[in-house]
């Protein structure tokens, strides 16, 4: 059974900082790996996914980073802003035909004006 | 955004009532999935499906049933509510690429039962 797990749980930070958001995952028999963001109340939106192939994906000012047979993915955040303060989580896509998500608790992230 | 509705966003109801709580797409995906969102646990799937009548259980399915009798809609049934089942409710979609494989989640729906 997958179990994924992410470090820190919360996190708080002045504006301007890069940060690193990690998450590890016990079963390296994936399809890809997708980071979520969460705003409260809301719904979850894709981020990012990294397929098992690659190493790294970047959009904008996030980048995930992806060692498949570590269990251990990164992402990567610079130049923070307020207006990134959310709960990041992320999914591990296990391979087979249930294909299902297996999230981590999240880590909350606030960035200080 | 993905079309993906959920209904009702809110309910309150009471032990031992039924309620189905419906998603629906607009994106002709085929795979369909309800999670269950809870403090301390996280996201944990509770049933998908991967075409029209076609369900699986996922890791929290006891007391919950589904129906998918068209494409667009996938229904999450609890025959007899009860209090553990208090929680934010979320549908997903994706398509069949696999790899590039990505779920894109609905607004959810907050279910007491009191």
């Known amino acids: 059974k997958q179990e994924v797990t992410q470090i820190p749980a919360a996190l708080s930070v002045p504006e301007g900082e890069n940060l690193v958001l990690n998450c590890s995952f016990t079963?390296?028999?994936?399809?890809?790996l997708q980071w979520f963001r969460q705003d409260p109340g809301k719904g979850l939106t894709s981020l990012l996914l990294?397929?098992?192939?690659?190493r790294e994906q970047t959009s904008g000012r996030l980048n995930a980073s992806l060692d498949k047979s570590s269990g251990r993915s990164t992402l990567y955040i610079a130049a923070s802003q307020p207006g990134d303060s959310a709960t990041y989580l992320c999914?591990?896509?296990?391979?087979?035909?249930?294909?299902?998500?297996?999230f981590g608790s999240g880590t909350q992230l606030t960035v200080l004006p | 955004d993905a079309g993906i509705t959920q209904s009702p966003r809110h309910k309150v109801t009471e032990t031992g009532t039924p309620v189905t709580l419906r998603c629906h797409q607009t994106?002709?995906?085929?795979?369909m999935y309800w999670y269950r969102q809870d403090p301390g646990h996280g996201l944990r799937l509770i049933h998908y499906?991967?075409?029209?009548?076609?369900?699986d259980k996922g890791e929290v399915s006891d007391g919950y049933s589904v129906s998918r009798s068209k494409t667009e809609d996938f229904l999450l049934t609890l025959e007899s509510a009860t209090s553990s089942q208090t929680s934010v409710y979320f549908c997903?979609?994706?398509?069949?690429?696999?790899?590039?494989?990505?779920?894109?989640f609905g607004p959810g729906t907050r279910l007491t039962v009191l």
């Open positions: 499906s991967y075409g029209v009548k076609d369900t």
């Open positions: 079963d390296s028999a994936i399809y890809n």
């Open positions: 990294i397929q098992s192939s690659q």
């Open positions: 999914a591990p896509l296990s391979s087979g035909s249930a294909r299902q998500l297996t």
């Open positions: 994106e002709n995906h085929r795979y």
């Open positions: 997903a979609i994706s398509d069949l690429a696999a790899s590039t494989d990505t779920q894109y």
